[in-house]
């Protein structure tokens, strides 16, 4: 019933753009913050931004100038605009969504969307 579905990843060169998107259905996306997370294979989990439900974002250091969180309520969508890719950038990226005002603890889950950087 509620479900994230990103979208927007693949291969790209370093120094290259992708934007991600993150789609909520069955619930309204409005009082939720989303986050963005990403995990690298042998890695942790890493969350890579925020945006709270007034529009309050922060950022993991490593991708602080070079990616950037937004939302569109009346799409009931999130995005997540990367530039200046690096390789250490590859990873699956999830989006999540949870009450907490700047992604304390989230409640929902997408599958992820896998985002490859390399010549």
């Known amino acids: 019933q509620l479900q994230l579905v990103e979208s927007g990843g693949g291969l790209v060169q370093p120094g290259g753009s992708l934007r991600l998107s993150c789609a909520a259905a069955?619930?309204?996306?409005?009082?939720?913050?989303i986050g963005w997370f990403r995990q690298a294979p042998g890695k942790e989990r890493e969350g890579v931004s925020c945006?709270?439900?007034?529009?309050?974002?922060i950022y993991v250091d490593s991708v602080k100038g070079r990616f950037s969180i937004s939302r569109d309520n009346a799409k009931n969508t999130v995005y997540l605009q990367m530039n200046s890719l690096k390789p250490e950038d590859t990873a699956v990226y999830y989006c999540?969504?949870?009450?907490?005002?700047?992604?304390?603890?989230?409640?929902?889950w997408g599958k992820g969307t896998l985002v490859t950087v390399s010549s």
């Open positions: 069955g619930f309204t996306l409005d009082n939720y913050a």
């Open positions: 999540a969504a949870g009450l907490e005002p700047l992604c304390g603890q989230m409640d929902y």
């Open positions: 945006i709270s439900s007034g529009e309050i974002t």
